[in-house]
């Protein structure tokens, strides 16, 4: 057996199992995307209660909703009151609503670090009464990785809605 044709079987070796790890890859993939969208929507809808019963509670009428998970795996679920000119902000085990006579500011914060990554992105809305802060990343991360730049890309969109609901005009 000459050199070429060892070469040419520990190539076909070498692609038969690069083959296998990429099926195999692509069959756990879809389960785990399958199991984390299971995971949204789960958390989204509990989220989505806690919204329905502030409706009956303080007899507002939420027309759109906008979910959002953040990297620790809690929602964050943002509902808009054109009638009212409020803001509910829905977190896990509680809410924040937000109108627009208090309304002050909302701003994206994070943390830089020494080595080019980014962590503790949050966004701070300001009210005449307290300061709501509002976790998306608390990892650390590259700002031009996938994850980094999906985090700060969310949470800016997080902040422009309720600045653009609460002061239509400062958009």
Do not use: W
């Amino acid at each position: 057996m000459s050199i070429t044709a060892i070469i040419q079987y520990i190539l076909l070796l070498l692609l038969v199992a690069f083959t296998i790890f990429n099926i195999y890859n692509f069959t756990a993939g879809r389960k785990r995307r399958a199991a984390a969208k299971a995971q949204y929507e789960r958390t989204l809808a509990l989220l989505e209660q806690d919204a329905m019963a502030v409706v009956k509670k303080e007899k507002v009428t939420f027309a759109t909703k906008m979910g959002y998970i953040n990297d620790q795996n809690q929602g964050i679920l943002l509902a808009f009151d054109k009638d009212h000119e409020l803001v509910g902000v829905f977190l896990s085990g509680e809410y924040h609503l937000i109108r627009a006579d208090h309304f002050v500011s909302a701003t994206q914060r994070y943390e830089t670090h020494d080595d080019k990554k980014i962590s503790n992105v949050v966004v701070d809305v300001e009210t005449s009464d307290t300061i709501l802060t509002v976790t998306f990343g608390a990892r650390t991360y590259r700002p031009s990785s996938y994850l980094g730049k999906f985090i700060l890309s969310e949470s800016q969109e997080f902040a422009n809605y309720i600045i653009g609901h609460l002061r239509p005009s400062a958009q």
